[in-house]
């Protein structure tokens, strides 16, 4: 099912949580909806589930305008961070929760109903679990069985908020790998908020970047990263070091390479767009390495530019764990830099 939006505004109050948003998500697509908190993620989410109402614009599901529909008859799946599972009713009887309140015309039998809970399971990984309670599963487990409770009702989109959020890290790595098999394996229409870059980059196929209740930008994950549309963009989505072009960062910048040719303007260096070699004259190294952290098969450097005024800036720099052996440097050492690329922003 395709989802369109058109010019989506809501108040709370004095509050304006979204501005005018006009959105269109092609069908089958996995789109994270990413932004800081109340940035207007979740309301725009409740908006296309009917949870909550815009005040103006249009919710159109596969060219069908849901505008006033109400929530139930919209064919659309919610997770919640919190998982919301029933705490009395086991895992089974949480995922056919919503096949059992369905009016008798559309109510399949209890055998259909058991056959289709134990195919859910058996799609998350957990109908070893069937009998047991909410209280007994782990963090994980409960957002796995919320998921085969959305999807037992076949929705036609599925709508998660947050949906690791509550999690500790290790567990959200898994979940977020098995979200996107089993995206692959249904090829339900998914939007999931989330203030995790990582996340998004890693889930989605599509994401939508959000500010102050405006749409920065949308687009695939490598196109956002490489190709950020705005200031906010750039810094949002992963590091970057920022120069602000006064005379000492346009000169400073000069030395490294990079053509500096837009005055005024504002320069974003991605750590990885950064070169460093051993400088072969002390006297002229345009840094000094101050210090640098493990991040697994990444190395991240901590480095002191080297201006003709008193202004100690920090940079930072990424290079592959062996290449940075191989470099054989120091804390304190003098190093030259090659910007391979920056982001100018006016």
Known sequence: MSILLTNIS?????????????????????????????????????IIAGLEKADHGRV??????????????????FVFQHYALFRHMT????????????????????????SKVHALLELVQLDWLH????????GGQR???????????????LLLDEP???????????LRQWLRNLHHELNVTSIFVTHDQEEAMEVASQVVVLNHGRIEQQGSPSDIYDHPANEFVSGFIGQTNVFTLDAHDAEWLQTTGLQVTQQGAIAHVRPHDIEITKALDSSKATAVLKDWQHLGALIRIELIKN????????????????????????????????????????
């Open 143 to 157: 957002q796995r069985i919320a998921l085969a409770r959305a999807l037992a009702v076949e929705p036609s989109v």
């Open 307 to 346: 201006t003709d005024n008193d202004k100690k800036t920090t940079l930072f720099a990424e290079m592959p764990n062996e290449q940075f052996k191989r470099l054989q440097v120091n804390k304190g050492d003098p190093v030259d830099l090659n910007i391979r690329q920056a982001h100018w922003f006016h």
């Open 91 to 114: 895992v089974f009887n949480n995922v056919a929760f919503g096949l059992r309140v369905k009016n008798r015309r559309q109510r399949p039998s209890e055998a259909q109903i058991a």
């Open 131 to 138: 009998d047991r309670y909410p209280d007994q599963l782990s």
């Open 60 to 77: 159109l599901l596969s060219g069908e305008d849901k505008t006033e529909q109400h929530v139930s008859h919209r064919g659309i799946g």
């Open 164 to 174: 690791f959020g509550a999690l500790d890290a290790s567990v959200r790595k898994d």
């Open 10 to 46: 809501k108040r709370f109050g004095q509050f304006s949580a979204l501005h005018d948003i006009n959105l269109e998500i092609p069908e089958g697509e996995l789109v994270a909806l990413l932004g800081p908190s109340g940035c207007g993620k979740t309301t725009l989410l409740r």
